[in-house]
């Protein structure tokens, strides 16, 4: 079978020694910035960016989504722990696990998440081996306008899916694509809105906007109320769960896989949406759910397995279509160009050992995970003591550097400094950075689509609603705003992004 | 009577934007809609943000929005200075001194902050970057910096 033999290549180039030596880092880091207070994914994998250049490009991707769905392992730990969400994915998780772990089964709570987690991890690599291939081949169809209608349709779901107020999202996703038109003009050569200034000729550079964004931004945000994480955690024990726990822990898992893998796929935040989803289903349909909220297992194993599962499914819109559905897959986007891959739907067919080398890497890794986060827990707890007065100067330092090393030019710290601004206002003002960061990179892409779909059709606007595949997605984006739009609707969203 | 002050706020930064957008976009070549210029797209970008400022701003007169809270000034102005000074110094003095400054000054910036342990973090982070990322990886920045001949 073709699976078997494309899942042998991809444990060929995942197995090798180095690949198998940056899994393991990448998952290290992301437990490492999971159980660390204040430090996301986004971040990280922006300050890691420049040093990845020097690496190949399998273990650099291998490395960098190690860290994305590792941070979501760490996340549940310091819920479970200390009743703190390392990563905003975790958020539901210490309702329950917190209680779990205030009744002296924290051991129980945290090899629940880690069961649940590797289970839901597995199942979404699964996915991604089996759904990859086939949507790269219909996206291989795509024409200009189909691909511009598909951004338009992830940008409405990121939209959509964004918190606070949709107005703010959408002017966000337009402030993201205006920033996004700085530099050079593709076609003319003109050179818009860089007011002269040589360094802009190549555009503002996407890690440069989202160090200043995730990264100095969110630390100004952090400084506004520091919480000082004196929680005393006992001494965890017994890691096994019990027989009852077993047996009550497969359905949430699950469940929790099942919806997380869906809602992974859309734009946003769909592994943050994945865990509030899960939840909010056992409660539901749980036959435990008096219990839930008081410590029942099913309120870890549910949403634990969902954001795993969003995390890894998350990537297949960028490995099959070369859109990126958040902020970090914008991140490794921008890596795959600097290491000389067009992302897009040809990756499959063209680097078969790059596109099934990650996919097999993520299995091994959720391997490593789990005997990262189990046995070797003691590490974990003794870092979530690391105090934030500490640990952000160094973010700060890490960031100067990395971003001065991505040109060799002081005038990007500058920028970066100019974007930590606005990061801090935009989230003051209740406006997320994370579609605009998404807008800020579809931006230049859609105007090239645009354009390309437009010569095509000799100036016929009606070009999008003509084709069968572009005015599918066009309806979706309308239904998804009509449906937003909706009283109804909108207060469930409200409920559901709560967090 | 402004009710919302988020909505004012944002509102007018999207205004700000989008009338740049536009007023600057008149200066390249607009095109037809076959062959887009330079100025066609982001000049309706420009419009769509101007519009959407517009309806903010009005917003914020109409309905009421939660209150911004309290502006961290403190951790803003020390965490951006840190950032532009270490910009600013960082090929003057080299990264000897540039670095721990950076560090030292935007630790500074937190309740929390006390001298031991900070100066610990600078000279470790310093040694840090020195070796791994100057020696290992080759960013090229001087350890000392012009003003000391480097």
Request: contains cysteine; charged residues 10%; hydrophobic residues 55%.
């Amino acid at each position: 079978m073709e699976l078997i033999a494309n899942l042998e290549l991809g444990l060929e180039t995942a197995l090798t020694l180095s690949n198998l030596f940056y899994c393991l880092l990448g998952v290290f880091l992301g437990t490492a910035i999971g159980v660390l207070p204040g430090l996301g994914p986004t971040a990280t994998i922006a300050m890691l960016l420049p040093i990845t250049f020097t690496l190949e490009p399998v273990s650099s991707l291998i490395m960098l989504a190690g860290i994305y769905y590792g941070s979501q392992y760490g996340g549940s730990t310091t819920s479970i722990l200390v009743n703190l969400p390392g990563e905003a994915a975790s958020v539901v998780t210490t309702i329950d696990g917190y209680q779990m772990a205030k009744q002296g089964r924290a051991g129980a709570a945290l090899a629940t998440s880690a069961v649940g987690s590797f289970f839901a991890g597995t199942v979404a690599t699964f996915l991604i081996a089996a759904f990859g291939p086939p949507l790269a081949a219909v996206a291989l169809e795509f024409g200009p306008a189909d691909y511009f209608s598909l951004m338009v349709l992830g940008l409405v779901a990121s939209v959509v899916l964004a918190h606070g107020s949709l107005l703010h999202a959408i002017g966000m996703v337009v402030l993201g694509m205006v920033l996004g038109m700085v530099g050079t003009d593709v076609t003319s050569g003109a050179q818009r809105y860089t007011f002269e200034i040589p360094e802009l000729a190549d555009g503002i550079n996407f890690v440069t906007v989202a160090m200043g964004m995730f990264g100095l931004g969110e630390i100004i945000r952090n400084l506004e109320s520091e919480a000082q994480r004196s929680v005393i955690i006992s001494k965890i024990t017994n890691l096994m769960p019990t027989k009852e726990d077993l047996r009550r822990m497969i359905a949430p898992i699950l469940r929790g896989t099942l919806i997380g893998s869906a809602l992974g796929i859309l734009p946003g935040s769909g592994s943050i949406l994945g865990s509030f989803a899960a939840y909010s289903i056992e409660k539901k349909v749980s036959k435990y759910r008096d219990q839930l909220g008081k410590g029942a297992i099913e309120g870890v194993a549910a949403p634990e397995s969902a954001n795993n599962a969003g995390a890894q499914t998350s990537f297949i819109p960028m490995l099959t279509l070369g859109i990126p559905s958040n902020p970090v897959m914008a991140l490794m986007v921008g890596a795959m160009i600097i290491q000389g891959i067009q992302p897009g739907p040809s990756v499959i067919s063209e680097q078969p050992a790059l596109f099934w080398g990650i996919i097999v890497s993520m299995w091994i890794g959720n391997l490593f995970l789990v005997i990262l986060n189990l046995p070797m827990i003691g590490i974990w707890v003794r870092m979530i003591m690391v105090p934030y007065q500490l640990l952000y100067p160094a973010i700060v330092a890490f960031t100067a550097i990395g971003v001065f090393s991505l040109n060799n030019r002081e005038f990007d710290i500058y920028l970066m400094a100019i974007f930590g601004v606005f990061g801090y206002v935009f989230a003051k003002l209740g406006c997320e950075s994370a579609p605009m960061l998404l807008a800020f990179i579809l931006g230049p892409l859609m105007e090239e689509y645009l354009r390309r779909a437009l010569l095509i059709s000799r100036g016929n606007p009606w070009v999008f609603v003509q084709r069968p595949i572009s005015v599918t997605l066009l309806a979706l984006a309308a239904l998804a705003m009509l449906a937003v739009s909706l009283p109804s609707f909108s207060k469930t969203r409200e409920v559901a992004l709560k967090g | 009577m402004i009710r919302s002050t988020k909505d004012f706020w944002a509102g007018l930064i999207y205004l700000f934007f989008g009338l740049c957008t536009v007023i600057i976009a008149r200066d390249y070549d607009t095109g037809t809609a076959l062959r887009m210029g330079p100025a066609y797209f982001p000049m309706l970008l420009g419009y769509l943000l101007t519009l959407i400022g517009i309806i903010s701003v009005v917003r914020s007169f109409i309905s009421h929005g939660t209150p911004i809270g309290e502006i961290a000034f403190k951790g803003l102005f020390v965490i951006i200075g840190s950032v532009l000074l270490f910009g600013f110094l960082v090929r003057r003095t080299g990264v000897v001194i540039a670095l721990p400054l950076l560090v030292m000054i935007s630790a500074s910036a937190s309740d929390h902050f006390r001298w031991p342990p900070t100066l610990i973090l600078a000279a470790g982070l310093t040694l840090f970057c020195v070796f791994v990322f100057l020696r290992g990886l080759g960013v090229p920045l001087p350890i000392w910096g012009s003003w000391f001949g480097g």
